[in-house]
């Protein structure tokens, strides 16, 4: 591999300024308000984690983000210019994979530069760079169909970085990985950050995940959404799961965000949301384990 | 349902030889008890089927007819109309259907004049097709491609709508164009629909042809009393009151519908490799 090819090249950050945002679905007989005056900053060159009851409306915060959608009212802004439609700066892993399972490996890997006509010499050697960092080397000529759960969560962040955006949005993309594989994802994607620093924006409902990963916690409301607690994550990287365990500030940061999250998803609860409901349950287990 | 469910693992753990499972031995043996069942009830004139010629008896009406060349005229005839509407139906069918997947406006302008033709049975149409066209194979190359065309055309629809929407907000995002989406995304999507809707579509024109022949007659050329047509060879086995010869005539057709799956099957295999891995 060439030396000049690095992760580093040609990274901007970016920073994501959302005011006043409100978000509403439904016709005049049936509105829901599902994001009501939120406001926050996702700050440059940082790993900003958002938490929140399942059903809170953090995945229309990511629609508006990405710019899938519009909001009804409010702005939002990358490096002080208005966000409008979906754009390279600002590119989205999903829930679950959505790599093209009709592309290979390196076919998904290139789909970006190829849409925009811009394949190179530098970045097929990118191209080449990225897929022996996420470990794919040997999976270059395989469909998505063929990779592991992990293996297709880190093609798709190839697929993503080649772009060089601004923010990476990420939405649960490590969900339905099995615990171990997950943890692993956890370590590998933090080592990628903390190479790179590009500002990354990712959404979780696995308070763990949260720790493990965040410079910045965003602890969000019930529905309708706001930030409900900003806190600063600040543990020493690079950051092992067993010495999280042992840590007390990391514990500290734990109990107080579980008590908030609890504190809202009983707010759910009481209007007899299921999903509310589940996530209470979910959450008591893990506070008794810890 | 229950019961289907428990026989795998009972399968499992009482292993067979493994000549006895390959798919070829089994469809030998489905054929070969349907066949012993069929000479038997002939023989024995069970009621019903008992008054169908015993297969041994069909063979021996088949075995002359394979150095008859007017026999494989028809197998030739049947198929290049098939072949012929087929196509048709797919070059129409395909940019049609994806027309109406793509643009809202089409389909709300085109749909419903297709879901009032749709019910309209094809045979219905040869008469008119008889009338409209200026030969009698384009008359029954017409019928054929109506015979396919909306099968086609509706899997193409429905495959372009189930494409997931996250493909289309990744691809926007890395900075598709609208071409380079339809391009890479949509025809790459709904490539798996369109050979379902051939592989439907095909078996269809199969049912028409033999109708359409029958009906319009052999159309020119009639090399043997078993020319024009396997339809018409079924038909002009009737008048003739060979029966059977109308039962070769329809095995032909199963078997001449089998090999035209067959062939879709491989080639929808060839176009969607990543499929072949599930």
Redesign the interface.
């Given at each position: 591999m060439s030396e000049a090819v690095s992760l580093r090249a040609g990274i901007q950050p970016g920073e994501i300024q959302v005011s006043n945002v409100f978000k509403d679905y439904g016709d005049a007989r049936f509105r829901t308000t599902v994001v009501k005056d939120c406001s926050f900053t996702i700050e440059r060159s940082k790993l900003t984690v958002m938490i929140g009851p399942s059903g809170c409306g953090k995945s229309t915060l990511i629609r508006l983000l990405?710019?899938?959608e519009r909001p009804d009212s409010g702005s939002i802004l990358l490096n002080g210019a208005p966000v409008s439609?979906?754009?390279?700066d600002?590119?989205?892993l999903?829930q679950e994979s959505?790599l093209?399972?009709?592309?290979t490996t390196w076919d998904n890997i290139l789909?970006?530069p190829?849409?925009?006509g811009e394949v190179t010499r530098e970045t097929t050697e990118m191209a080449e760079f990225l897929l022996n960092k996420v470990g794919l080397k040997d999976f270059r000529r395989k469909?998505?169909?063929?990779l592991s759960g992990g293996m297709q969560r880190r093609a798709e962040l190839a697929?993503a970085m080649i772009?060089n955006p601004a923010v990476m949005i990420l939405d649960e993309p490590f969900r339905g990985l099995d615990a171990m594989t997950k943890e692993l994802m956890w370590e590998y994607y933090s080592r990628l950050f903390e190479e790179t620093r590009r500002t990354n924006f990712f959404v979780t409902t696995d308070i763990d995940e949260a720790i493990f990963l965040a410079d910045r916690l965003f602890i969000m409301s019930n529905i309708p959404t706001q930030v409900r607690a900003a806190l600063e994550i600040d543990i020493p990287r690079p950051r092992t799961q067993l010495a999280l365990v042992e840590n007390d500030r990391a514990n500290e940061i734990k109990m107080q965000a579980l008590s908030i999250l609890h504190e809202e998803a009983m707010k759910s609860f009481s209007r007899g949301s299921k999903a509310a409901a589940d996530f209470v349950e979910a959450y008591s287990k893990r506070v008794a384990k810890t | 349902m229950s019961a289907v469910v428990a026989s795998a693992p009972a399968q499992a753990l009482r292993p067979r030889p493994a000549a006895w499972r390959h798919p070829a031995l089994r469809a030998v043996i489905s054929i070969a008890v349907f066949l012993a069942f069929w000479e038997l009830a002939s023989r024995l004139k069970w009621p019903w089927i008992g008054q169908a010629p015993a297969p041994s008896v069909v063979l021996d009406a088949w075995v002359p007819l394979l150095r008859d060349q007017g026999y494989w005229y028809s197998w030739l005839q049947s198929s290049r109309r098939v072949v012929s509407g087929f196509v048709a139906a797919m070059l129409v069918g395909i940019p049609l259907g994806l027309a109406m997947a793509t643009s809202r406006r089409f389909h709300d302008l085109t749909f419903p004049t297709f879901e009032i033709l749709r019910p309209v049975p094809p045979l219905a149409w040869v008469p008119a097709a008889i009338i409209f066209w200026p030969t009698q194979e384009l008359s029954i190359g017409f019928v054929i491609f109506l015979g396919a065309i909306y099968t086609i055309m509706l899997n193409v629809i429905g495959g372009a709508r189930s494409i997931d929407v996250r493909y289309f907000q990744a691809a926007r995002s890395m900075g598709s164009s609208n071409w380079d989406i339809f391009r890479r995304i949509i025809l790459p999507g709904v490539l798996p629909s369109i050979v379902i809707g051939m592989e439907v579509g095909i078996g269809i024109t199969w049912n028409v042809v033999v109708a359409a022949e029958m009906i319009s007659g052999g159309g020119g050329a009639i090399q043997s009393r078993a020319g024009g047509g396997l339809g018409f060879f079924i038909w002009n086995s009737y008048i003739g009151g060979d029966y059977p010869l109308i039962v070769v005539g329809m095995i032909s057709i199963g078997i001449a519908g089998w090999i035209s799956s067959a062939v879709i099957r491989r080639l929808g295999i060839l176009v969607t490799p990543w499929l072949r891995l599930r």
């Open positions: 990405a710019g899938f439609g979906p754009a390279r600002r590119l989205v999903f959505a093209f399972p009709w592309m789909y970006g190829r849409a925009r469909y998505p169909m063929q697929r772009n | -």
